[in-house]
């Protein structure tokens, strides 16, 4: 009997710490199965189907006269942001469709969207982070190839190539891009100015002015990412892409080469270096968040930046005092001006989804109703679209700062001087890597040699299993 | 053997709450067991791998930093906000008037919600603009540079100040109920024997509250390994994983790495983990007199 009541009290213990540690089963029901991959087909061959009955129906309503209901996730939002986002797309949206319901739905975090869609349910028109985390949903067939969709609206031929052929997951379209994005090198001109400094053009002229600027007690580049390791992104991308150069990138990607090859490994170190040298951050850029980036960088604690455009919006809305400008990171000779890219997120259709015909008419008139995108672009901040028929010439009379990034950023574009970011261009897994171990590196816990050769690792694993993103 | 009526009737009470733990917890935690022995990205299908997951978990260096971490938080706690708790309680409780006073001001950190108290401590911590600054002024050179939440060294302990500073008003007002309930009697008996304050307490206030102390060292060391909010809002794991822990590392599998089923593998080893502490600590405590045998 007492060993009855130990054996009681073992079971309840194992279970009440297991209540409190669970994170959660499976939430769906497919989920469980011992891993044959014909059930995922079904999946896909369900969905197929539901599309194709959805198209028998026209684009308002079913045939029983009710009013269909169409979902679109959006990332939360304060009031002010939510106001805007009413003018230039609920609203035009809601015009556009008469006869359906949409609704907006905002999702505080990924996790809550992730588990919605894992359930079963979720909305019908997902708003993603970009291919990255497009590819860990089209991995778990919760997202529709979107290629007969292309055919039908001629999607191919509306968005830049490197845009668009980023958005393929295993030779699919799994998404259409929303934004696309740059990191540059932000310039506080009136310290630049103070200081009699100018904008260097090179490299070795960005080493002398951060000299300069640790020598007048300033912060040479400001950089933090207390709230947020990953923001190391934008450092590395920036790095590889303008001092490894886009060749070196593309190559290792493509199998004709490595990452540890001298040029990235090189511009890793140069990255390493400067940070150790105080030049970035520093040597403090563990300690300061991604807002005080910002509010040290128009304070004019230091003369230089490097973050993405959509900073831009935030200096415009919290600093509208702050005398900026942005330019491409100063070239290295040898391989000229690089501004590294990335799409900034994407529309995907959730498979969950009962009307992805009309998901995807609403995804077309998103893109195609330019007039509205113009607007939101010049009286929002908006970012634009990657799309080809994009003309600054509509967004005259828009802050002359912003015109001349969304100059800097087509010019770039034209003139082929793309490199990579890495939330948009490496293997999420090798992404994730980097993130988390670009600080490592900083703090001397990790060499480079370990970090280039754990970088490459996760590129034959993703060439070997044929997730390996297109490079343009 | 004859089951007799009022034998059945209190079963029949604790029923619905049984069928509703066992639907919405057990069932649940029991799938976190199975799940483990899968590759699942938290969306999709599963694939059954075996034991897999477990063999990484072996090789992988973050999970053996993670429970480390955990052990320096579980040292940490398990005693600092004790001996501060159980001290102010003692001096709390003989207070009269101010008693209250005092018991509200101890407790507010613990009504504060962590995500407010994080950011509150991160804006202190920041080199530029908190607490360094001000030592700066006082002429502490050292400490005006010191990177409380970036120096992997001390990052950790930065993090469990701040956690302490919520949690030891808690185990304060936890202490001070309990000595509240020994009978009084016991410190008269105790004063007419020729004892004095330390002796009282020694051997009457200790041993009266034993069960709570029992009770306050399985939840904290529990609760060592369980812990999430603090670390989550104010390192997020870093710098360079100084503040990783099983639950962010958890946390980090499942939704940012898509690999919820190595996550749920996480789970089960860190509920084995405070599995064989709680009995560890059973085993102790009543060894060492702290619970009834």
């Known amino acids: 009997m007492k060993n009855g009541k130990k054996l009681w009290a073992l079971l309840l213990a194992g279970t009440m710490a297991f209540s409190l540690t669970a994170c959660g089963g499976s939430g769906n029901n497919n989920s469980a199965d011992s891993g044959s991959t014909g059930s995922g087909e079904a999946t896909q061959e369900e969905n197929d189907t539901a599309g194709e009955a959805a198209a028998d129906e026209d684009s308002g309503k079913t045939d029983s006269g009710e009013r269909q209901k169409l979902i679109i996730s959006c990332y939360l939002a304060d009031d002010a942001q939510v106001a805007v986002r009413e003018k230039y797309i609920d609203e035009p949206l809601k015009a556009a469709f008469p006869d359906v319901d949409i609704e907006i739905k905002m999702y505080s975090d990924r996790q809550s969207l992730q588990v919605e869609v894992a359930g079963g349910g979720g909305p019908d028109i997902l708003d993603l982070d970009g291919p990255t985390d497009v590819a860990e949903f089209a991995k778990a067939d919760k997202v529709l190839d979107l290629g007969a969709y292309a055919d039908q609206y001629g999607w ?63 912060i040479p580049i400001i950089f933090g990412n207390s709230d947020y390791q990953g923001a190391v992104d934008w450092l590395y991308s920036t790095f590889t892409s303008c001092y490894g150069g886009p060749a070196a990138i593309k190559a290792a990607m493509e199998g004709t080469g490595k990452y540890t090859d001298e040029p990235i490994k090189n511009s890793i170190q140069t990255m390493v270096d400067w940070w150790h040298e105080g030049y970035i951050g520093e040597n403090a850029s563990q300690s300061v968040s991604n807002m005080d980036m910002l509010a040290f960088f128009s304070e ?51 498979a969950n989804s009962k009307n992805p015909d009309l998901a995807a008419e609403v995804m077309n008139y998103l893109f195609t109703s330019l007039d509205r995108h113009y607007q939101s672009i010049n009286e929002a901040g908006y970012q634009p679209y990657p799309l080809k028929e994009f003309d600054l010439a509509n967004l005259q009379g828009m802050d002359a700062k912003l015109m001349d990034q969304y100059e800097l950023l087509m010019r770039a574009q034209d003139e082929n001087k793309i490199g990579y970011c890495s939330w948009t261009f490496y293997p999420s897994e090798m992404r994730v890597y980097m993130n988390e171990n670009t600080d490592s590196l900083f703090l001397d816990v990790l060499t480079v040699d370990e970090y280039m050769e754990n970088a490459q690792g996760y590129i034959d694993a993703a060439r070997e299993a044929g997730t390996i993103p297109v490079l343009p | 053997m004859k089951i007799k009526k009022q034998n059945i009737i209190p079963y029949l009470f604790i029923l619905p709450a049984f069928v509703i733990h066992a639907c919405i917890v057990t069932v649940p935690a029991f799938s976190t067991l199975i799940m483990s022995l899968f590759d699942w990205n938290g969306m999709g299908n599963a694939k059954f791998i075996g034991m897999d997951n477990f063999k990484e978990i072996f090789r992988d260096p973050l999970v053996k930093l993670s429970v480390i971490h955990n052990i320096e938080w579980l040292l940490v706690f398990i005693t600092i906000p004790l001996i501060l708790g159980f001290v102010v309680a003692i001096l709390v409780s003989r207070l009269r008037r101010s008693q209250m006073f005092f018991r509200t001001v101890y407790f507010i950190p613990y009504v504060i919600s962590a995500a407010v108290a994080g950011r509150i401590w991160m804006a202190y911590m920041n080199p530029y603009y908190g607490v360094n600054q001000v030592f700066g002024q006082m002429g502490w050179e050292k400490l005006a540079k010191t990177l409380w939440l970036g120096n992997p060294k001390i990052a950790l302990f930065a993090v469990a100040f701040v956690d302490n500073w919520h949690w030891w008003g808690f185990i304060m007002v936890l202490f001070l109920g309990a000595l ?17 304050r330390f002796q009282e307490l020694l051997h009457v206030s200790i041993p009266g509250i034993r069960q709570t102390i029992a009770f306050v060292l399985i939840m904290t060391i529990m609760w060592s390994f369980l812990t999430f909010d603090y670390v989550y809002i104010m390192t997020n794991g870093g710098p360079a994983n100084a503040t990783e822990i099983m639950a962010t590392y958890i946390y980090k599998n499942a939704f940012v790495k898509y690999r919820a089923g ?32």
């Not at chain 1, 990191?183 to 506080?188: D, E, I, L, Q």
């Not at chain 1, 103070?194 to 007690?217: I, S, Y």
């Not at chain 1, 491409?328 to 959730?350: K, R, V």
């Open chain 1, 300 to 350: 004019g604690r230091g003369p230089m930046m490097i973050d993405g455009t959509w900073a831009s919006n935030q200096l415009l809305a919290t600093y509208p005092e702050c005398n900026w400008d942005s330019e491409m990171m100063p070239q290295d000779e040898a391989i000229g001006e690089i501004l590294p890219f990335a799409t900034g997120g994407g529309y995907a259709i959730n």
């Open chain 1, 156 to 218: 191919k031929d509306m968005f830049y190539e490197w845009a668009y052929n980023s958005c393929f997951y295993n030779d699919k379209l799994y998404s259409l891009p929303t934004s696309f994005e740059g990191m540059v090198m932000y310039y506080n001109m009136d310290v630049m100015e103070a200081n009699g400094w100018e904008v260097p053009k090179n490299k070795d002229e960005l080493v002398t002015l951060m000299q300069a600027a640790k020598d007048a007690g300033l």
């Open chain 2, 180 to 196: 509240q309930q020994v009978d009084s009697t016991l410190y008269e008996a105790a004063r007419v024997d020729g004892a004095n």
């Open chain 2, 262 to 293: 190595y996550a749920n593998a996480l789970c089960v080893i860190q509920s084995g983990i405070c599995i064989i502490l709680y009995f560890l600590q059973k085993y102790i405590s009543k060894k060492g007199g702290m619970e009834d045998e």
